[in-house]
């Protein structure tokens, strides 16, 4: 969550929660970084996050350079990147909200399981991916690469993770900062940074839970 807002029509009608909000985003970096919402009141957030990008020919007019090959002709289509991928389910082709959708003249045989296709991406497919942080503090910034290396300890996206889909592999990671005063950028960031939100956790964690109780 990064506009704010309220989650209902009508306003905030608790009164001005301004003080709780600042008291949130100052002792639950976390949150001030992903967002969230207490009451009926949204909490910005400073992250934006695109989506995932395969790199392709037809895509390749909008990723960075450096994660292109020399010659871009040689990129295969996106197209190339699709499979079909069979499961099985319970057979429920006599359910009357599905008898419409089957033909009446087809032989229907006695079973207990149907076949179903997913159009799949195939493994192997390298995507391209952006992370904006906007303003963050370094506390802010070690939370996300906090967030970061959990997540790659079990790196799935999307559905059907149970059954094998959505495993990726992160690599060729890089950080680029922008400072306020021109567009000087520094590449010198890493993910030794997030111990510094486990120390932030462990010394406040007192402070913590305190916020955490009496938002409850």
Avoid at 120 to 132: C, D, H, L, N, S
Avoid at 164 to 190: A, F, P, T, Y
């Amino acid at each position: 969550m990064f506009s704010g807002g309220t989650l209902t029509a009508g306003g905030n009608k608790d009164g001005d929660n301004s003080c709780i909000l600042f008291c949130i985003k100052d002792n639950l970096p976390h949150v001030s970084l992903f967002g969230g919402a207490w009451g009926n009141a949204i909490l910005q957030g400073k992250m934006k996050v695109n989506g995932l990008i395969p790199i392709a020919k037809e895509t390749a007019h909008i990723i960075p350079e450096n994660f292109l090959p020399d010659d871009v002709e040689t990129l295969p289509s996106v197209y190339t990147y699709l499979q079909l991928e069979m499961f099985t389910r319970r057979e429920n082709s006599k359910d009357a909200p599905f008898e419409k959708y089957i033909e009446s003249s087809l032989d229907v045989v006695e079973t207990s399981q149907m076949i179903y296709h997913v159009e799949t991406i195939q493994a192997g497919t390298p995507f391209y991916m952006k992370v904006v942080l906007e303003d963050v503090t370094d506390i802010e910034f070690a939370a996300f690469l906090s967030a970061l290396a959990n997540f790659n300890t079990m790196p799935v996206v999307g559905g059907k993770g149970a059954v094998g889909l959505g495993q990726i592999e992160m690599h060729s990671l890089e950080w680029s900062e922008v400072s306020k005063i021109g567009n000087h950028v520094n590449i010198d960031r890493n993910l030794t940074t997030a111990n510094l939100y486990e120390r932030f956790l462990k010394e406040n964690q007192q402070q913590v839970k305190t916020v955490l109780r009496d938002l409850g």
